[in-house]
């Protein structure tokens, strides 16, 4: 606070012998630098006196306060807007001026810049015509993808899914087992040469109940 305070005097000071050397008068100048149209203060503008080489910035919310001599030129400027400029008039009575400026967007287009990998584009055209096209490897890499999936169906190990896939139906024939039932064995009903068997002995009477 201390320094801010002794910073203002000097200026204050500096100010007072500039107008006693040109007898201009000393203008408190304090106002709001806005974003364009809106409302909203630009924080960080610069407010600055080309000729007396001094200046200041607009705090968070937009607003500076700067002494300034009648006929000074000041300027406005913050980065993405266009620079204004106001002069004091040299007839200023009072000892204070406000104002609010609005500052207008400024969007500087940047040259287009390509970044490449080589020096001149002479040496980028010999690389790719140096290329050797893959078409003619595509059978061979194909070959070998079967190849290695092959083996890795073979070698991989089964996942928690397939054990317990695998167990259960190992489980579920040893109970079919028990019970009589072979999977493993043929079912007769599903022969057709037994049914035939069975057919010829219906009509032969082999069973009939014998007396």
């Keep these: 606070m201390r320094f801010s ?5 000097l200026s204050l000071l500096n100010v007072s012998s500039a107008q006693a050397q040109g007898g201009r008068k000393v203008v408190q100048l304090t106002g709001v630098i806005t974003a364009g149209d809106s409302l909203f203060g630009l924080p960080g503008a610069s407010v600055y006196i080309p000729k007396a080489g001094r200046g200041t910035n607009t705090n968070e919310y937009g ?5 300034v001599l009648t006929g000074d030129s000041v300027v406005f400027s913050s980065l993405g807007y266009a620079k204004q400029s106001l002069v004091i008039p040299e007839n200023f009575a009072k000892d204070s001026y406000s104002i609010i400026i609005e500052m207008l967007e400024d969007p500087n287009m940047l040259p287009e810049i390509r970044v490449f990998p080589y020096t001149t584009f002479r040496d980028l055209t010999q690389a790719v015509l140096a290329m050797k096209s893959p078409i003619g490897d595509i059978d061979r890499e194909n070959a070998m993808s079967q190849q290695i999936l092959d083996q890795m169906f073979r070698n991989t190990p089964m996942d928690a899914t397939s054990n317990h896939r695998t167990y259960m139906g190992l489980q579920n024939q040893q109970n079919m087992r028990r019970g009589g039932y072979n999977p493993g064995a043929t079912n007769p009903l599903l022969n ?11 009509k032969r009477g082999d069973f009939k109940k014998k007396e």
């Design 192 to 202: 057709p040469f037994a049914w035939y068997e069975v057919i010829k002995g219906i």
């Design 63 to 67: 607003y500076f306060s700067l002494p």
């Design 5 to 9: 305070l002794g910073l203002l005097f």
